[in-house]
């Protein structure tokens, strides 16, 4: 019985196409990776400012706009089509905390967003942090040889 059902679940299992989804990744991240170049050289030249400091501004209007697609939830249905060329960029860090946000709102400032906002972007900010610790150790090591 067991086996039949299994056999049914892989029979009926849609089937992704890697090469497609890898594409259409590679292009849109290319799309964001573009958008985010406009917003630079726009920052840098209407605001007459530093490329570092409009390179600050292109990324809160990065996560601004994601925030606000997530909360309007055209967000989702672009990541379903786009897959990791949202997510990958600060865009999908946006998206992950804006939901969880979002999820949790009836619940309360405190016990609800507040416990709830950082639960899948906090492992990342965890495992980010580590990680540039650990390699930080190696770069200082290797620079000591």
């Given at each position: 019985m067991k086996k039949s059902y299994q056999e049914i679940v892989q029979k009926n299992y849609p089937k992704e196409n890697v090469l497609t989804n890898a594409i259409i990744a590679f292009i849109s991240g290319?799309?964001?990776?573009?958008?985010?170049?406009i917003l630079i050289d726009g920052y840098s030249y209407w605001l007459d400012i530093s490329t570092k400091e409009a390179t600050v501004c292109m990324l809160v209007t990065l996560i601004f706009f994601s925030c606000l697609f997530t909360s309007l939830g055209f967000f989702d249905k672009w990541v379903n089509f786009c897959k990791c060329g949202l997510i990958i960029p600060i865009t999908g860090f946006a998206h992950a905390t804006m939901s969880a946000a979002l999820e949790y709102r009836k619940e309360g400032l405190v016990t609800g967003i507040g416990m709830n906002m950082l639960k899948l972007s906090g492992a990342v900010i965890i495992f980010g942090v580590v990680s540039s610790f650990i390699f930080s150790l190696i770069r200082m090591v290797v620079g000591l040889l």
């Open positions: 290319g799309i964001i990776g573009i958008i985010g170049q």
